[in-house]
T-cell receptor, first 117, second 115 residues
Framework: AQKITQTQPGMFVQEKEAVTLDCTYD???????LFWYKQPSSGEMIFLIY??????QNATEGRYSLNFQKARKSANLVISASQLGDSAMYFC??????????????FGKGTSLLVTP | GAGVSQSPRYKVAKRGQDVALRCDPI?????LFWYQQALGQGPEFLTY????????KSGLPSDRFFAERPEGSVSTLKIQRTQQEDSAVYLC?????????????FGPGTRLTVT
């Protein structure tokens, strides 16, 4: 079963606007961590933001914020004031914390974001 | 500063050949991960090392895949008798944190094409 679901294969946003990239996850483990990574066309994966399952507040890092809704099992990424350089693939990922969970970071299929002038 | 480096960046292999992919993690990072990323997909976990110990190899797709990190720093992913379905980008990541809860720093990847 897919542990991370990203339902938007592609998204467009105009420069300076905000955009939300959706991510839902599936786990029965009470302890887990959620990550967002950016992958530009050059191929490297760039860490953006992290949210722990026990964190009380939504994570923020500069223009990135994570809208964490635990009951809905969603962890949407919000990018404010989009820039042309934000055009890339964005991946949501989860690390489960249980003793039988292994060490895998489970990635979704990604959302391709294009920022237009 | 020195990030994670991988070599070669590109590798073309004929079906049946063996290949070895190298990863140099960030100095001092105890955790090292290998992922396989097929075209248009997210990375898929292959294996995890904590120092020199391979604690999780549940993602290795077959016994043709073998990984090692003998001195707890550089790691090599070896694929024997390559098949066309092995064509993918192989990503290495390292982390200061144990077990994968911390930020993982990724290398640029090795693009393997099996002809």
């Amino acid at each position: 079963a897919q542990k991370i679901t990203q339902t938007q294969p592609g998204m467009f946003v105009q420069e300076k606007e905000a955009v939300t990239l959706d991510c839902t996850y599936d786990t029965s483990d009470p302890s887990y961590g959620l990550f967002w990574y950016k992958q530009p066309s050059s191929g490297e994966m760039i860490f953006l933001i992290y949210q722990g399952s026990y964190d009380q507040q939504n994570a923020t890092e500069g223009r990135y914020s994570l809208n964490f809704q635990k009951a809905r099992k969603s962890a949407n990424l919000v990018i404010s004031a989009s820039q042309l350089g934000d055009s890339a693939m964005y991946f949501c990922a989860m690390r489960e914390g249980g003793s039988n969970s292994g060490y895998a970071l489970n990635f979704g299929k990604g959302t391709s974001l294009l920022v237009t002038p | 500063g020195a990030g994670v480096s991988q070599s070669p960046r590109y590798k073309v292999a004929k079906r049946g050949q063996d290949v070895a992919l190298r990863c140099d993690p960030i100095s001092g990072h105890v955790s090292l991960f290998w992922y396989q990323q097929a075209l248009g997909q997210g990375p898929e976990f292959l294996t995890y090392f904590q120092n020199e110990a391979q604690l999780d190899k549940s993602g290795l797709p077959s016994d043709r895949f073998f990984a090692e990190r003998p001195e707890g720093s550089v790691s090599t992913l070896k694929i024997q008798r390559t098949q066309q379905e092995d064509s993918a980008v192989y990503l290495c990541a390292s982390s200061l944190e144990l077990g994968g809860f911390g930020e993982q720093y990724f290398g640029p990847g090795t693009r393997l094409t099996v002809t």
